[in-house]
């Protein structure tokens, strides 16, 4: 098993090296969602009536902090409001902005035409295969972790 952990390690290293790539590549780009913040983005969108900031670290789990930030630059951006919390006025919901859909529609298209062209030559069983793969290593990441990173309510 050691032999076959280093493998999938040097691969999740190479897959992460492509991420980054990735992201780099949408941000120069399309430069209308700060680089690293689709995901905060899909995220706050994910919830119909907004979310607090400190769920957003927990469902990322990032630092309240580096959420704090991520967050002001998707205000500031126009990508996300902050909205009164009526249930307790000295904390705000964090709403997508219709300008905050808008770029993550195009960042979606964006992201999907990358994976189609990557995905070309696969049949659609190779791809279902992987999916399901991905899933499942990332549930028993969290449960090796001893984290819960609420998986399933992100999707």
Same mark, same amino acid.
């Given at each position: 098993?050691?032999?076959?952990?280093?493998?999938?390690?040097? #691969? $999740?290293?190479?897959? =992460?090296?492509?991420?980054? %790539?990735?992201?780099?590549?949408?941000?120069?780009?399309?430069?209308? %969602?700060?680089?690293?913040?689709?995901?905060?983005?899909?995220?706050?969108?994910?919830?119909? *009536?907004?979310?607090? /900031?400190?769920?957003?670290?927990?469902?990322?789990?990032?630092?309240?902090?580096?959420?704090?930030?991520?967050? !002001?630059? =998707? %205000?500031?951006?126009?990508?996300?409001?902050?909205?009164?919390?009526?249930?307790?006025?000295?904390?705000?919901?964090? !709403?997508?902005?219709?300008?905050?859909?808008?770029?993550? /529609?195009?960042?979606?298209?964006?992201?999907?035409?990358? =994976?189609?062209?990557? &995905?070309?030559?696969? *049949?659609?069983?190779?791809?279902? /295969?992987?999916? !399901?793969? $991905?899933?499942?290593? *990332?549930?028993?990441?969290?449960?090796?972790?001893? *984290?819960?990173?609420? &998986?399933?309510? /992100? #999707?």
């Amino acid at each position: 098993m050691e032999t076959t952990a280093r493998e999938l390690g040097i #691969r $999740l290293f190479d897959l =992460l090296k492509s991420v980054r %790539v990735i992201k780099q590549r949408r941000a120069d780009d399309r430069p209308s %969602v700060p680089i690293g913040m689709v995901g905060m983005l899909i995220q706050i969108e994910q919830r119909a *009536t907004g979310c607090h /900031a400190r769920e957003l670290a927990s469902r990322t789990g990032l630092d309240p902090s580096t959420v704090s930030r991520a967050v !002001a630059s =998707l %205000v500031s951006h126009g990508l996300v409001e902050r909205r009164a919390d009526p249930a307790d006025r000295r904390a705000s919901w964090l !709403a997508i902005t219709p300008k905050g859909r808008s770029a993550l /529609a195009d960042a979606h298209g964006w992201y999907g035409e990358l =994976l189609e062209r990557a &995905l070309a030559d696969w *049949t659609p069983g190779e791809v279902a /295969a992987l999916c !399901a793969a $991905l899933d499942r290593f *990332t549930r028993d990441l969290d449960v090796a972790l001893g *984290t819960n990173n609420n &998986l399933e309510d /992100a #999707r």
